[in-house]
Structures are given as structure tokens and as C-alpha cells.
């Protein structure tokens, strides 16, 4: 459950959706370059795993909070960055990037001027999720494959339900999509293996 651009930083949305949903589901979230460790350690026991910084609609701390604020959050409660960024945009924060501890991209990075930028940061350990097929500018079995390529634990599914800003929503054939781009055994590891990994629920570590 990823909270949206228009919820800002009110956390009263996701963590009553989280608590709605029980286990199995976590959320990503954005704060305040002021938020406290104990509002961090609240929301972690709440089911939260990522701080997203919002840099496509705003509603998020800054670029210039990335590096300070992923690290302390990455300290304090284990969480990643995930940023919805057009991947063109990257080329001027890929040091940062790969100098994080954990990082993932939303939306396929959005554009085919940055999928370059986004496999180099692929290569790099930077995870990529599978969503908002009807946002990019791409051939999304393209961008699927290439990243695929690169590192098949790197892309993580999502329905980016209720898609209200997109100019496609989400339909379920995208799941047919992703099969059908890298067959059963890579469809498995986007559509659950590598993000129950990469947000700690193979650990039983929800709440």
C-alpha cells in the first residue's frame, strides 16, 4: 500500500488501510525531514517498510533530504527510499543512489529517455517496481525484459490501484503482460518472490 501525492504526510490513510488488511500487506509512506525516531518506530510497528520521496507530484521531503533522511530511516527502522522520479532525472543523484542502503523506483522509471539511467542503477542493486503500465512512455514488455536482464530479482509487481491519475488504470491484463514477457519462472519472482523478500515478509517481520 503505497501512499499517495494528495495524502502528503498524514499517515492516518495507510495506517488504517494496513490495519484493515492485517498481515501480508505493508506500506510506503512519506515524511517530514523532522519526523522523530519514535514516529518512525510507530509507524514500522504499523506495517510500514519504505519512505517514499515523491519528486514527480511533490507531497514528500525533497531531493535534497534524500541522502540524510534514507540513511536515518535505513538506520533506525531497516526501511528502503523508493522514488517516483522520471528516471531521466537520476543521472545528476546516481552517486547518492547506489550509495544508499536499499532503493527502489516506481512505475518502470517512467520513460524510455531514462530506462538507460535505470539499468545502470539496476545494476547497482536499485530495485524496480512493476506498475503504472498505463503512465509510461514505453513499450512496458521492453522495460520489463531489459531490467529482467539485468538482475531478475530487481522488479517487484504492483496494481497501482486506483491508478486516478493515469492516463490507462491498471487492468489485470498486465499480469498477463508480465508473464507473457518473461514466462512463468521470472513472472514468479515479480509477482511475489522478490518483493516479499525485499519488504521483510518472508521473515514473518509484519508488526
Known sequence: MVSGSFQAFDQGYLKEALARLGRGFVG?????????????RRLDRAGVRALRFNLR?????????LDRLARRVHATVGWHAELYVDSAALDEVTATLVGLPAVSVDHLGLSRAGLPTLL???ERGVRVKATGFGRIDMDPVEALQAIHAVDPGALMFGTDLPSTRAPRPFRDADVDLIRDALGDAGARR?????ARAFYRLEAGERG
Do not use: H, K, Y
Request: no cysteine; net charge negative; charged share 20%.
Open 28 to 40: 510506503v509512506t512519506q515524511l517530514p525531514p523532522t519526523v522523530t525516531d519514535a514516529e518512525l
Open 57 to 65: 507530484r511533490g507531497g514528500s521531503a525533497g531531493l535534497a533530504d
Open 120 to 122: 545502470r542503477l539496476v
Open 190 to 194: 515479480v509477482l511475489g518472490d522478490n
